[in-house]
């Protein structure tokens, strides 16, 4: 269990990210048109995981258009921007905001994304919903960067998590 602070005041999360290193763990996750992707989809190709509360925070709204932005930059790379928003919300926003270089993706159906990587609120106000982090998977399906937020309400390092790339 690890523990984060939303405004101030301490939260749980359901465990710890994955090691580095380690395999990183298999999922399915939900596409804006309802059909499902996997991890294994994107066997060969490194992926950054942009995880976060919900798309209707500016926050987690900036984490995906800046990562939108970068990944023109990468090559053989895939961005998942994650949350446990609907997919039709998901879908609204990312239409809205010109959103088509990252897969922004919902774990809605049974938070088992949430559950496997460890960062599952289960407590505070926001229980249930993803904690802000970033994890980077190589090539060979091993995670090779992770970051949990500290505060809920702060960004991520981007240029960390790009960096792990090189």
Do not use: W
């Not at 993803?130 to 702060?154: F, M």
């Amino acid at each position: 269990m690890s523990t984060v602070t939303l405004g101030g005041n301490a939260v749980q999360t359901s465990g710890d990210l994955p090691q580095i290193g380690a395999a990183a763990p298999a999922f399915t996750l939900v596409k804006t048109d309802l059909s499902e992707i996997h991890l294994s989809d994107y066997a060969g190709k490194r992926v950054i995981l942009n995880i976060f509360p919900s798309i209707d925070t500016p926050t987690c709204a900036t984490s995906v258009r800046m990562f939108n932005h970068e990944a023109a930059q990468v090559e053989n790379t895939v961005i998942l921007c994650i949350s446990r928003d609907l997919p039709f919300a998901i879908k609204r926003f990312c239409g809205a905001e010109g959103i088509e270089n990252v897969y922004a993706v919902s774990d809605f159906r049974a938070g088992q994304f949430g559950k496997d990587y460890g960062l599952e609120f289960v407590s505070g106000p926001l229980k249930g919903l993803h904690a802000r982090s970033v994890i980077v998977v190589d090539t060979d399906g091993k995670v090779i960067y992770t970051e949990l937020v500290p505060e809920v309400a702060n960004e991520p390092n981007y240029e960390q998590a790009l960096a792990s790339l090189k």
